[in-house]
């Protein structure tokens, strides 16, 4: 297994107390695979991602439990000379907005040489030459003079696919992108997602594709990893969970968006809000908002249930939402 994290915890402390960001979560990611993990903002979808990559804020971020497995070696006990290293060879993350994750005073060009020149010792001629390849590769038109542009002479969707560059320069295992097309136009979103999918096919690496929107990640994931609260709440292989959802909240989530396949039908909204991470209720925390709660919710908080062999739900009443 290439990424296992298991039972992360992860706390912030805030001015209105501790606040439970990420409350036991375990995840799976195999190479050549991608896991979609969804979840609202504030969910804990980001916060687990920096945990694993290692650039969680600490202070205020504190690491309070768990294992973050990478080919079996947990990186919370590296040193950290050897996590810097993972992380720049390894594993990469994609950010949402390039334009704060990419320097301003360099070209790209030499961010792109740079990471050649520090990780692999190439010179720096051939550098700028992979540069170059590498801008043609994420299809930026060309390439060979835009090398010596700076990132704001970009557009949002050629600055994302710079950023892609960077992520896959040094071939990582693992890649994690952070809503990598949320701040793009809808068709540049559906492009730059495009692309993202077929390099992760042709480098074979491990993806986990942090998202809010349930639409993107059909075509692209294999599986999903549904948040809530810190916590995930379902996780199946996409198709299954498409088909029948094990969750409420993941039935919620599915019922808000637009289907061409279910055309005609009626648009649904999850009542309420999510809760604030200091104050999550008791029982299950999605309880407040839940349809089909009951007093058994707002006091046991369900487990991960076991659905099959490749689903969990941390819902009491699986069975039922599974039935529709
Ligand atoms: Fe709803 Fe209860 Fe299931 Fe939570 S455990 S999702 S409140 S039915
Ligand atoms: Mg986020």
């Known amino acids: 297994m290439l990424l296992e994290v298991r039972d992360l915890r992860v706390e912030f402390r805030t001015r209105e107390g501790v606040a439970h960001a990420v409350n036991g979560v375990t995840y799976q990611v ?49 040193k950290e000379d050897e996590r ?3 992380r720049g060879a390894e594993m990469a993350m994609i950010f949402q907005d390039a334009l704060s994750a990419l320097n301003p005073v360099l070209t790209v060009g030499d961010q792109l040489a740079e990471m050649f020149v520090v990780h692999r010792g190439t010179s720096r001629k ?62 540049v979103q559906a492009q730059v997602m495009d692309l993202l999918a077929e390099l992760r096919r042709e480098y074979r690496m491990g993806l986990v594709l942090i998202t809010h929107d349930l639409g993107v990640v059909a075509d692209v994931a294999d599986r999903i990893a549904v948040m809530y609260a810190g916590r995930i709440v379902e996780s199946a292989p996409v198709h299954d969970l498409y088909k029948a959802p094990a969750h409420p909240y993941t039935r919620g989530l599915l019922d808000s968006i637009p289907r061409l396949d279910l055309k005609g039908r009626e648009l649904y909204a999850i009542k309420g809000l999510p809760p604030s991470l200091t104050r999550i209720p008791p029982g299950c925390a999605f309880h407040p908002r839940c349809p089909m709660a009951r007093d058994v919710c707002r006091t046991d908080p369900p487990p991960l ?6 689903r969990g739900s941390a819902c009491h009443f699986w069975r039922e939402c599974l039935d529709g």
């Open 84 to 86: 810097r290293r993972i």
């Open 126 to 187: 051939d550098a700028r030459a992979r540069a170059v390849e590498l801008m043609d590769r994420v299809r930026i038109p060309a390439a060979a003079q835009r090398v010596r542009d700076y990132p704001h002479q970009f557009s949002g969707g050629m600055r994302q696919r710079i950023m892609i560059a960077m992520a896959l320069a040094l071939e990582p295992a693992l890649v994690i992108a952070d809503e990598p097309t949320t701040a793009l136009d809808v068709t």
């Open 305 to 310: 249930y076991e659905v099959d062999q490749r």
């Open 30 to 78: 195999d190479a050549g695979e991608t896991l979609a993990v969804l979840g609202e903002s504030g969910s804990g979808k980001s916060v687990t991602a920096q945990a694993v990559m290692g650039i969680l804020d600490m202070p205020p971020g504190r690491i309070t439990g768990g294992e973050i497995l990478f080919r079996g070696q947990d990186l919370l006990k590296l």
